[in-house]
Protein backbone atom coordinates (compact mmCIF):
# COMPACT_ATOMS: atom_id res chain seq x y z
CA UNK A 1 0.00 0.00 0.00
CA UNK A 2 1.48 3.23 -0.77
CA UNK A 3 1.25 5.83 1.92
CA UNK A 4 1.30 9.42 2.01
CA UNK A 5 3.23 9.78 4.67
CA UNK A 6 6.16 8.08 2.85
CA UNK A 7 5.81 10.25 -0.08
CA UNK A 8 5.92 13.27 1.89
CA UNK A 9 9.04 11.97 3.78
CA UNK A 10 10.94 11.37 0.19
CA UNK A 11 9.54 14.53 -1.09
CA UNK A 12 11.32 16.24 1.64
CA UNK A 13 14.59 14.19 1.03
CA UNK A 14 14.69 15.19 -1.95
CA UNK A 15 13.74 19.31 -1.67
CA UNK A 16 16.43 18.67 1.12
CA UNK A 17 18.95 17.44 -1.75
CA UNK A 18 17.84 18.79 -5.07
CA UNK A 19 16.66 22.62 -3.70
CA UNK A 20 19.67 24.32 -5.84
CA UNK A 21 18.64 22.06 -9.37
CA UNK A 22 15.13 22.42 -8.47
CA UNK A 23 15.04 26.68 -7.60
CA UNK A 24 16.15 27.88 -11.25
CA UNK A 25 13.78 25.95 -12.97
CA UNK A 26 11.07 27.33 -11.01
CA UNK A 27 12.50 31.15 -11.14
CA UNK A 28 12.92 30.40 -14.96
CA UNK A 29 9.85 28.60 -15.86
CA UNK A 30 7.10 29.60 -13.57
CA UNK A 31 8.12 32.87 -11.59
CA UNK A 32 9.36 35.11 -14.66
CA UNK A 33 6.79 34.57 -17.31
CA UNK A 34 4.45 35.28 -14.33
CA UNK A 35 5.70 38.46 -13.12
CA UNK A 36 6.14 39.49 -16.51
CA UNK A 37 2.78 38.85 -17.72
CA UNK A 38 0.99 40.55 -14.38
CA UNK A 39 3.30 43.71 -14.92
CA UNK A 40 2.14 43.92 -18.89
CA UNK A 41 -1.37 43.38 -17.41
CA UNK A 42 -1.16 46.11 -14.51
CA UNK A 43 0.72 48.90 -16.57
CA UNK A 44 -1.29 48.49 -19.76
CA UNK A 45 -4.63 50.09 -20.80
CA UNK A 46 -6.80 47.49 -21.18
CA UNK A 47 -9.75 47.15 -23.71
CA UNK A 48 -7.58 47.58 -26.83
CA UNK A 49 -6.63 44.87 -30.07
CA UNK A 50 -3.21 45.53 -28.57
CA UNK A 51 -3.76 44.60 -24.49
CA UNK A 52 -5.77 41.82 -25.81
CA UNK A 53 -3.15 40.15 -28.58
CA UNK A 54 -0.14 40.94 -26.40
CA UNK A 55 -1.92 39.51 -23.55
CA UNK A 56 -3.17 36.23 -25.03
CA UNK A 57 0.42 35.92 -26.22
CA UNK A 58 1.99 36.49 -22.79
CA UNK A 59 -0.68 33.87 -20.79
CA UNK A 60 0.46 30.95 -23.42
CA UNK A 61 4.17 31.43 -22.87
CA UNK A 62 3.54 31.76 -19.15
CA UNK A 63 1.51 28.26 -19.28
CA UNK A 64 3.78 26.41 -21.56
CA UNK A 65 6.46 27.69 -19.47
CA UNK A 66 4.68 26.38 -16.34
CA UNK A 67 4.43 23.14 -17.86
CA UNK A 68 8.37 22.98 -19.42
CA UNK A 69 9.23 23.80 -15.54
CA UNK A 70 7.06 21.56 -14.03
CA UNK A 71 7.84 18.74 -16.50
CA UNK A 72 11.78 19.47 -15.86
CA UNK A 73 11.22 19.25 -11.88
CA UNK A 74 9.21 15.86 -12.39
CA UNK A 75 12.66 14.56 -14.05
CA UNK A 76 14.74 16.19 -11.35
CA UNK A 77 12.36 14.33 -8.25
CA UNK A 78 12.16 11.22 -10.32
CA UNK A 79 15.58 9.65 -10.73
CA UNK A 80 18.24 10.94 -8.21
CA UNK A 81 21.34 10.32 -11.60
CA UNK A 82 18.86 12.94 -13.49
CA UNK A 83 21.18 16.44 -13.21
CA UNK A 84 19.79 20.07 -14.21
CA UNK A 85 20.70 19.65 -17.77
CA UNK A 86 19.03 16.35 -18.38
CA UNK A 87 15.94 17.22 -16.95
CA UNK A 88 15.78 20.80 -19.14
CA UNK A 89 16.41 18.69 -22.25
CA UNK A 90 13.56 15.64 -20.97
CA UNK A 91 11.00 18.55 -20.36
CA UNK A 92 11.67 20.19 -23.80
CA UNK A 93 11.10 17.40 -25.37
CA UNK A 94 8.01 16.65 -23.75
CA UNK A 95 6.38 19.58 -23.03
CA UNK A 96 4.57 19.75 -26.40
CA UNK A 97 2.29 16.71 -25.59
CA UNK A 98 2.10 17.95 -22.23
CA UNK A 99 0.72 21.35 -23.62
CA UNK A 100 -1.38 19.53 -26.07
CA UNK A 101 -3.33 17.36 -22.97
CA UNK A 102 -3.79 19.98 -20.57
CA UNK A 103 -5.32 21.94 -23.82
CA UNK A 104 -7.53 19.39 -24.77
CA UNK A 105 -8.36 18.81 -20.90
CA UNK A 106 -9.37 22.28 -20.06
CA UNK A 107 -11.64 22.51 -23.52
CA UNK A 108 -13.40 19.62 -21.93
CA UNK A 109 -14.11 21.25 -18.83
CA UNK A 110 -15.40 24.54 -20.68
CA UNK A 111 -17.87 22.51 -22.37
CA UNK A 112 -19.04 21.30 -19.41
CA UNK A 113 -19.66 24.40 -18.14
CA UNK A 114 -22.11 25.57 -21.00
CA UNK A 115 -25.26 23.66 -20.08
CA UNK A 116 -25.72 26.02 -16.63
CA UNK A 117 -25.31 29.38 -18.49
CA UNK A 118 -27.56 28.33 -21.54
CA UNK A 119 -30.13 27.39 -19.12
CA UNK A 120 -30.02 30.68 -17.09
CA UNK A 121 -29.61 32.63 -20.39
CA UNK A 122 -32.76 31.01 -21.89
CA UNK A 123 -34.82 31.15 -18.74
CA UNK A 124 -34.04 35.16 -18.79
CA UNK A 125 -34.85 35.84 -22.24
CA UNK A 126 -31.34 36.90 -22.82
CA UNK A 127 -29.49 36.45 -26.09
CA UNK A 128 -27.57 33.12 -25.62
CA UNK A 129 -23.75 34.74 -25.83
CA UNK A 130 -21.68 34.62 -22.79
CA UNK A 131 -18.76 35.10 -20.89
CA UNK A 132 -17.31 32.60 -19.31
CA UNK A 133 -16.29 35.27 -16.43
CA UNK A 134 -20.14 36.61 -16.20
CA UNK A 135 -21.50 32.89 -14.63
CA UNK A 136 -21.37 34.46 -11.21
CA UNK A 137 -23.22 37.33 -12.05
CA UNK A 138 -26.06 35.89 -14.14
CA UNK A 139 -26.46 33.63 -11.69
CA UNK A 140 -27.29 36.28 -8.95
CA UNK A 141 -29.50 38.16 -11.51
CA UNK A 142 -31.20 35.07 -12.64
CA UNK A 143 -31.84 34.19 -8.72
CA UNK A 144 -34.62 36.19 -7.38
CA UNK A 145 -37.27 35.55 -10.45
CA UNK A 146 -35.69 32.39 -12.31
CA UNK A 147 -35.64 29.99 -9.31
CA UNK A 148 -35.30 27.23 -11.21
CA UNK A 149 -32.93 27.47 -14.01
CA UNK A 150 -31.14 28.77 -10.63
CA UNK A 151 -31.44 26.11 -8.32
CA UNK A 152 -30.27 24.02 -11.72
CA UNK A 153 -27.05 25.98 -11.88
CA UNK A 154 -26.19 25.78 -8.32
CA UNK A 155 -26.74 22.03 -8.08
CA UNK A 156 -24.63 21.57 -11.27
CA UNK A 157 -22.18 23.92 -10.26
CA UNK A 158 -21.75 21.84 -7.24
CA UNK A 159 -21.60 18.47 -9.04
CA UNK A 160 -19.26 19.45 -11.53
CA UNK A 161 -16.63 21.09 -8.70
CA UNK A 162 -16.89 17.49 -6.88
CA UNK A 163 -16.48 15.46 -10.19
CA UNK A 164 -13.40 17.86 -11.27
CA UNK A 165 -12.17 17.28 -7.78
CA UNK A 166 -12.04 13.51 -8.24
CA UNK A 167 -10.73 14.16 -11.53
CA UNK A 168 -8.14 15.59 -11.09
CA UNK A 169 -7.31 13.39 -8.35
CA UNK A 170 -6.97 10.55 -10.82
CA UNK A 171 -4.67 12.72 -13.24
CA UNK A 172 -2.52 13.90 -10.80
CA UNK A 173 0.03 11.41 -12.35
CA UNK A 174 -0.19 12.88 -15.85
CA UNK A 175 3.14 14.90 -16.06
CA UNK A 176 5.27 11.96 -15.09
CA UNK A 177 3.69 9.41 -17.04
CA UNK A 178 3.76 12.11 -20.25
CA UNK A 179 7.85 12.29 -19.22
CA UNK A 180 8.68 9.43 -18.30
CA UNK A 181 6.80 6.40 -20.34
CA UNK A 182 6.46 9.18 -23.22
CA UNK A 183 2.98 8.62 -23.71
CA UNK A 184 0.20 11.24 -25.33
CA UNK A 185 -3.47 10.95 -24.76
CA UNK A 186 -2.48 7.32 -23.42
CA UNK A 187 -1.28 9.12 -20.22
CA UNK A 188 -4.95 10.30 -19.31
CA UNK A 189 -5.97 6.37 -18.94
CA UNK A 190 -2.51 5.47 -17.39
CA UNK A 191 -2.70 7.74 -14.75
CA UNK A 192 -6.19 6.97 -14.06
CA UNK A 193 -4.88 3.55 -13.63
CA UNK A 194 -1.68 3.99 -11.78
CA UNK A 195 -4.21 5.93 -8.96
CA UNK A 196 -6.91 3.52 -8.34
CA UNK A 197 -7.34 3.00 -5.10
CA UNK A 198 -5.66 6.61 -3.59
CA UNK A 199 -8.37 8.52 -4.62
CA UNK A 200 -9.40 9.93 -1.36
CA UNK A 201 -6.42 9.57 -0.33
CA UNK A 202 -5.12 11.96 -2.91
CA UNK A 203 -8.07 14.32 -2.90
CA UNK A 204 -7.55 14.68 0.67
CA UNK A 205 -3.69 16.27 0.21
CA UNK A 206 -5.02 18.21 -2.60
CA UNK A 207 -7.66 20.19 -0.26
CA UNK A 208 -4.69 20.74 2.47
CA UNK A 209 -2.33 21.60 0.10
CA UNK A 210 -5.07 23.93 -1.43
CA UNK A 211 -5.96 25.49 1.91
CA UNK A 212 -2.38 26.04 2.62
CA UNK A 213 -1.26 27.74 -0.35
CA UNK A 214 -4.34 29.86 -0.55
CA UNK A 215 -3.42 31.09 2.97
CA UNK A 216 0.19 31.68 2.74
CA UNK A 217 -0.55 33.37 -1.10
CA UNK A 218 -3.59 35.90 1.08
CA UNK A 219 -1.05 36.45 3.50
CA UNK A 220 1.94 37.20 1.57
CA UNK A 221 0.40 39.36 -0.74
CA UNK A 222 -1.86 41.64 2.13
CA UNK A 223 1.05 41.89 4.21
CA UNK A 224 3.45 43.23 1.51
CA UNK A 225 0.36 45.21 0.38
CA UNK A 226 0.35 47.11 2.99
CA UNK A 227 3.86 47.65 3.76
CA UNK A 228 4.47 48.82 -0.21
CA UNK A 229 1.16 51.06 0.30
CA UNK A 230 2.39 53.04 3.22
CA UNK A 231 5.64 53.44 1.39
CA UNK A 232 5.07 54.49 -2.08
CA UNK A 233 1.83 56.71 -0.85
CA UNK A 234 -1.77 57.11 -3.10
CA UNK A 235 0.12 57.20 -6.01
CA UNK A 236 1.68 53.99 -6.03
CA UNK A 237 -1.09 52.25 -5.39
CA UNK A 238 -0.51 50.33 -9.07
CA UNK A 239 3.05 49.69 -8.12
CA UNK A 240 2.22 48.33 -4.54
CA UNK A 241 -0.81 46.00 -6.55
CA UNK A 242 1.92 44.89 -8.61
CA UNK A 243 4.73 44.47 -6.24
CA UNK A 244 2.10 43.05 -3.36
CA UNK A 245 1.72 40.26 -6.51
CA UNK A 246 4.92 39.15 -6.63
CA UNK A 247 5.19 38.23 -3.48
CA UNK A 248 2.19 36.31 -4.10
CA UNK A 249 3.27 34.49 -7.35
CA UNK A 250 6.48 33.76 -5.15
CA UNK A 251 4.78 31.28 -2.96
CA UNK A 252 2.57 29.94 -5.61
CA UNK A 253 5.72 30.01 -7.54
CA UNK A 254 7.53 27.28 -4.68
CA UNK A 255 4.07 25.51 -3.77
CA UNK A 256 3.93 24.79 -7.69
CA UNK A 257 7.98 23.25 -7.41
CA UNK A 258 6.63 21.40 -4.70
CA UNK A 259 3.61 20.17 -6.01
CA UNK A 260 5.42 19.05 -9.15
CA UNK A 261 7.77 17.06 -6.27
CA UNK A 262 5.31 15.51 -4.43
CA UNK A 263 3.82 14.02 -7.99
CA UNK A 264 6.76 12.87 -9.06
CA UNK A 265 7.62 10.76 -5.95
CA UNK A 266 4.17 9.51 -5.88
CA UNK A 267 4.49 8.14 -9.27
CA UNK A 268 7.68 6.32 -7.72
CA UNK A 269 6.23 4.73 -5.12
CA UNK A 270 2.80 3.51 -7.62
CA UNK A 271 5.43 2.44 -9.97
CA UNK A 272 7.28 0.52 -7.08
CA UNK A 273 4.35 -0.88 -5.91
CA UNK A 274 3.13 -2.11 -9.02
CA UNK A 275 6.51 -4.00 -10.15
CA UNK A 276 6.70 -5.59 -6.59
CA UNK A 277 5.59 -9.49 -6.78
Same mark, same amino acid.
Given at each position: ???????????????????????????LG???????????? *????? @???? !? /?? +???????? %? $???????????????????????????????????????????????????????????????????????????????? *???QG @???? !? /?? +???????? %? $?????????????????????????????????????????????????????????????????????????????????????????? /?????????? %??????????????
Amino acid at each position: MVKMGTVWDRTVEVLNGRTGMIAPIAVLGILLPSVVRDGFV *AFSAP @GTVT !F /AL +VGGVLTIV %A $LVAMIWAQLAIVAIATDPATDAPAARRQASARVWPALGITVILMIVALLFVVPPIVVLMSSSGTVPYVRFSAVGSAMLRA *APTQG @GAAQ !F /AI +VYFLAFTL %A $LLWISARLVLLNPVVLNERLGLGAIRRSVRLTKGLTWRIIGVMILFAIVMLVSTWAAQAVTGILFRLALGADGVATATFLSGIAATIVTT /AFTALAAVFT %AQLYVAVREKSVTP
